[in-house]
């Protein structure tokens, strides 16, 4: 048990360092957060508008309308411009406690790849290897891919959780290959 929580702890500290990286040095998500010249206005009237925190997609039907509702907004919809908007009706600098939660996802991650890969005993280096990258290929296709298919995001907001993916569990595989292994 020891050796799992060690290699969950550093499996996690590598994810969460590759993170820091991938958004600051290396800048791999800045197509995921454009800038407009438009924002102080645009922004003033969002607030105007809506009330409470929420994700909008806009144009929508309200709750309770019928599917046929849908379906019409739909039909009427196509190649017209539409949008999912995050709203927040306050900003908050304080980066402690997203911190903290990222590194206890990648935590329990890993805890979560160490279990599943020693069920019969404990593999190959290189085995650990690719079930890591395919513990990354699964948190991307699940999260930033599936996102890209239901809300057409562009395939510049993919490079950046791709490359996250492929790197941070890339990275996760070697240390647990090595680690899981050591002294075998």
């Known amino acids: 048990m020891k050796k799992w929580l060690i290699g969950s702890f550093v499996g996690a500290i590598l994810i969460f360092v590759w993170q820091f990286l991938s958004w600051t040095v290396f800048q791999l998500h800045e197509a995921e957060a454009k800038y407009t010249p438009a924002q102080d206005s645009i922004l003033q009237y969002l607030s105007s508008q809506f009330k409470e925190t ?27 411009p539409w949008a999912t908007l995050t709203y927040r009706t306050s900003y908050t600098h304080n980066m402690t406690r997203p911190m903290i939660r990222g590194f206890l996802v990648g935590l329990v991650l890993v805890f979560c790849l160490i279990y599943i890969v020693t069920r019969g005993g404990t ?20 999260g930033a891919y599936n996102e890209h298919v239901w809300f057409q995001t562009p395939v510049a907001d993919l490079y950046g959780p791709f490359i996250d993916s492929l790197v941070a569990w890339g990275l996760t595989g070697i240390w647990l290959g090595w680690w899981l292994n050591k002294g075998k």
């Open 54 to 80: 929420g994700t909008y997609m806009l144009p929508t039907v309200p709750p309770g309308s019928s599917q046929e509702a849908a379906e019409e907004l739909g039909k009427t919809m196509d190649g017209k």
């Open 123 to 142: 593999p190959a280096g290189v085995l650990i290897f690719a079930a890591s990258i395919a513990m990354g290929l699964v948190t991307f296709l699940w």
